[in-house]
């Protein structure tokens, strides 16, 4: 990832880090709530065993998180 990439709300220099979650992270086009994740697209897949950390940019201003999928 680009180190000395900047926050696109404030311009800070955003601190590297790794963000990771046990269970999926998901991406859905329509902020309505939903009961099942049908339709959504999947960006990080469930964990087993070992959770595997994505490298992360975050800006602690503006609770700004920055992470490639793939
Ligand atoms: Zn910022």
Known sequence: MNEDMKCPECGNEL?????????????????????????????????????KKIPALRCEACHLVVFKYK
């Open 15 to 51: 601190k590297e880090g790794y963000i990771f979650s046990p269970r999926r992270i998901s991406w859905s086009e329509s902020g309505e709530s939903i009961y099942m994740d049908y339709g959504s697209e999947t960006l990080v897949k469930d964990a087993w065993l070992k959770v």
